[in-house]
């Protein structure tokens, strides 16, 4: 049986990595779950702002079932290949928000903060590469069980 020594440069580095990646992740989470539930229920304040860009309200629950699984999925450990469609979904959910608010005539003010959203996005999307990259460099062995189990080509 192999024993694998860690550093403390690398569990500092795990610690610090660890640390930001739930803090942006959290946050990131909170966003689109806050975003998520009224759209779920069907609120009115999101019946009038989907009336108002010239969108279809039934579309409103699925996009809110929508998110809440992709907050799921990036707050599940383990599925890599999964977060990686979620955090691309949740993107994209934003990016088109802000598409559609800006183009509906809205003012400056009420879509731009939106991309602070999307930079909270892309921050625990780094951050959960960047994680991924430090325990990697403890335990290779088992980082690449996981990308071979998640690696279309290696399932035959």
């Avoid at 440069?9 to 640390?19: D, Q």
């Avoid at 800006?102 to 903060?113: D, I, R, Y």
Wanted: hydrophobic fraction near 50%; aromatic fraction near 14%.
């Amino acid at each position: 049986m192999t024993h694998i020594q860690i550093n403390t440069t690398n569990r500092k580095a795990l610690k610090k990595t660890n640390i930001l990646y739930w803090i942006l992740t959290g946050l990131f989470a909170f966003v689109m779950a806050g975003s998520a539930i009224p759209n779920i229920m069907v609120n009115p304040m999101s019946v009038q702002g989907f009336h108002e860009m010239g969108y279809p309200t039934y579309i409103i629950p699925f996009l809110g079932w929508a998110k809440l699984l992709g907050v799921v999925a990036i707050l599940v450990p383990g599925f890599p290949r999964l977060k990686e469609w979620a955090y691309a979904g949740l993107i994209f959910d934003l990016l088109g928000a802000t598409y559609s608010v800006a183009n509906s005539g809205k003012e400056l003010v009420q879509w731009a903060p939106i991309f602070i959203f999307v930079a909270l996005g892309f921050g625990s999307y780094y951050a959960y590469h960047k994680k991924r990259k430090v325990l990697a460099l403890q335990h290779p062995a088992a980082t690449q069980r996981d990308f071979q189990r998640n690696d279309p080509a290696q399932v035959a």
